[in-house]
Nanobody, 121 residues
Framework: QVQLVESGGGLVQAGGSLRLSCAAS????????MGWFRQAPGKEREFVAV????????DYADSVKGRFTISRDNAKNTAYLQMNSLKPEDTAVYYC??????????????WGQGTQVTVSS
């Protein structure tokens, strides 16, 4: 069993940066790929980024490539999402998830409760 808790969301101006954290409980954190997803009001949850269990492989949505960086520290049971050059269209609730290395939500077994990111223009 893995429990995930996101933090680091907030209000930021366009062009600014935020770093989201995802703290995991459970001894099996390092065996899962970690993903970040987001959901804007009235829209479906969408893939943002994923990182393999050992941090060697990443994948990003085209909309965030070059601006967002996913990372993890298995010794601290924590995953991160560094978000730079934020745009108003990045506004959403951001969720971290643990599961397979994939872009589809159904491939993830565990989910956090989400953290709000709001980017003002």
């Amino acid at each position: 069993q893995v429990q995930l808790v996101e933090s680091g969301g907030g209000l930021v101006q366009a062009g600014g940066s935020l770093r989201l954290s995802c703290a995991a409980s459970g001894r099996t954190f390092s065996s899962y790929a970690m993903g970040w997803f987001r959901q804007a009001p009235g829209k479906e949850r969408e893939f943002v980024a994923v990182l393999s269990w050992n941090g060697a492989i990443t994948d990003y949505a085209d909309s965030v490539k070059g601006r967002f960086t996913i990372s993890r520290d298995n010794a601290k049971n924590t995953a991160y999402l560094q978000m730079n050059s934020l745009k108003p269209e990045d506004t959403a609730v951001y969720y971290c998830a643990a599961g397979e290395f994939a872009t589809a939500t159904y491939r993830y077994r565990y989910w956090g409760q989400g953290t709000q990111v709001t980017v003002s223009s």
